[in-house]
């Protein structure tokens, strides 16, 4: 099945500073990958997300960067504030999502310092 | 419109019991997803339902845990004889699109503590 990594674990910048999260992912029949953002204690929300016919997409200060050749998509924040400060979470999913879901990345904690 | 609704919110039970939690999806989507958060960790998918049809059932962690999808709508996971590690926040996740990949919609999850 699909096995996604994600790095790193934990990310703090500096506030309106630049962060950059990483994925791989294993299959390469995959062709969404979105990006969640989850809050303490709440649930996740998307934030953007990546279809393979695609190599970047952006939208305000988030922009997603995809590699189908290499296999991995990163996300990228710019200008970072305080309230972006949250457990972004990278996924991958098959065509027709169906029975392998979304398979998710362990997560980055991102910590923004004022 | 309303968004994909869990209850309970919060579940306390003893080891042994069994218990069941509820997810309301977004109307009209036919596609749901339950997964499963362990504190601090990522999501593990569970089970997903296409509509009426019958789930696939390779995500349980155990046969402990069984799922149904009444009506193409409420779904129920039911977890029986629970153990301390079944101790996580259980999502529920739908969405609307039958083909393609799917950008799948979150409910608050329940946070289920097994004592």
């Known amino acids: 099945g699909e096995n996604v990594e994600q790095h790193p674990s934990t990310l703090s910048v500096q506030e309106g500073d630049s962060a950059v999260i990483k994925c791989t992912y294993s299959?390469?029949?995959?062709?969404?990958f979105p990006w969640y953002k989850q809050e303490l204690g709440k649930r996740p929300q998307l934030i953007i997300d990546i279809r393979s016919n695609v190599g970047e997409k952006k939208d305000q200060r988030i922009a997603v960067t995809l590699n189908k050749t290499a296999k991995h998509f990163s996300l990228h924040i710019t200008e970072t504030q305080p309230e972006d400060s949250a457990v972004y979470f990278c996924a991958a999913s098959k065509p027709g999502g169906g029975a392998d879901g979304l398979t998710f990345g362990k997560g980055t904690h991102l910590i923004i310092q004022p | 419109g309303a968004g994909v609704s869990q209850s309970p919110s919060n579940k306390v039970t003893e080891k042994g019991k069994d218990v069941e939690l509820r997810c309301d999806p977004i109307s009209g989507h036919t596609a749901l997803y339950w997964y499963r958060q362990s504190l601090g960790q990522g999501l593990e998918f569970l089970i997903y339902?296409?509509?009426?049809?019958?789930?696939?059932k390779s995500g349980l962690p155990s046969d402990r845990f069984s799922a149904e999808r009444t009506g193409g709508s409420v779904s129920t996971l039911t977890i029986q004889r629970t153990q301390q590690e079944d101790s996580a926040v259980y999502l529920c996740?739908?969405?609307?699109?039958?083909?393609?990949?799917?950008?799948?919609?979150f409910g608050p999850g329940t946070r289920l503590l097994v004592l």
């Open positions: 996740a739908s969405s609307p699109i039958l083909r393609g990949a799917e950008t799948q919609y």
């Open positions: 299959d390469s029949a995959s062709n969404y």
């Open positions: 339902f296409q509509g009426n049809s019958a789930p696939d």
